[in-house]
T-cell receptor, first 114, second 109 residues
Framework: DADVTQTPRNRITKTGKRIMLECSQTKGHDRMYWYRQDPGLGLRLIYYSFDVKDINKGEISDGYSVSRQAQAKFSLSLESAIPNQTALYFC????WGQGRETQYFGPGTRLLVL | AQRVTQPEKLLSVFKGAPVELKCNYS??????LFWYVQYSRQRLQLLLR??SRESIKGFTADLNKGETSFHLKKPFAQEEDSAMYYC???????????FGKGTRLSVIA
């Protein structure tokens, strides 16, 4: 089955370290997204990409960067991790049919910054 | 601007009781509305979308343009319905989905 996968699934790191979270998809979708989920704050959009050459900031992009290496791959980097970046991170893809979109989510990466 | 409001962070109901999760939106055009669900330790998944007019796992949602609402309803709650529910809006044009902050539903046996 076509899917959205994320690696790693869990990560513990220290303040100041650079880390990368990876997302791959076999759905053939052009659009990919990174969100973080925090209790009480719901889902917040970090970055999104509508195709390989397109990168857009979301609601909370400070402290993060992304790379769209191919249609199927979208990586999120934390240049210098800080404790308040401890969260559950989700990647998502979407198709864009008839001017609307439905998003499909990966399993999430649980990140703890000490 | 597109905005989705879910006024309740937590909703607790007894098994067998009716459930209504509220969602209000702000959008000047003609939106498409979705409900996503996240069960414990699982990924978000699409529950239903208003254009499909379908019932999934006993849940229904009707788009009320006059009240700008898309409330999720189920007549008899089950324990397995306990989850986090997100309402989302897709507007026209080149913009991502806008999510509400979510409502955690807890069904008590």
């Amino acid at each position: 089955d076509a899917d959205v996968t994320q690696t790693p699934r869990n990560r513990i790191t220290k303040t100041g370290k650079r880390i990368m979270l990876e997302c791959s998809q076999t759905k053939g979708h052009d659009r990919m997204y990174w969100y973080r989920q925090d209790p009480g704050l719901g889902l917040r959009l970090i970055y999104y990409s509508f195709d390989v050459k397109d990168i857009n900031k979301g609601e909370i992009s400070d402290g993060y960067s992304v790379s769209r290496q191919a249609q199927a791959k979208f990586s999120l980097s934390l240049e210098s991790a800080i404790p308040n970046q401890t969260a559950l991170y989700f990647c998502a893809t979407s198709d864009w049919g008839q001017g609307r979109e439905t998003q499909y989510f990966g399993p999430g990466t649980r990140l703890l910054v000490l | 601007a597109q905005r989705v409001t879910q006024p309740e962070k937590l909703l607790s109901v007894f098994k067998g009781a009716p459930v209504e999760l509220k969602c209000n939106y702000s959008y000047s055009g003609s939106p498409e509305l979705f409900w996503y669900v996240q069960y414990s330790r699982q990924r978000l998944q699409l529950l239903l979308r208003h254009i499909s007019r379908e019932s999934i796992k006993g849940f229904t949602a009707d788009l009320n343009k006059g009240e700008t609402s898309f409330h999720l309803k189920k007549p008899f709650a089950q324990e397995e319905d306990s989850a986090m529910y997100y309402c989302a809006l897709s507007g026209q044009g080149n913009t991502p989905l806008v999510f509400g902050k979510g409502t955690r539903l807890s069904v008590i046996a």
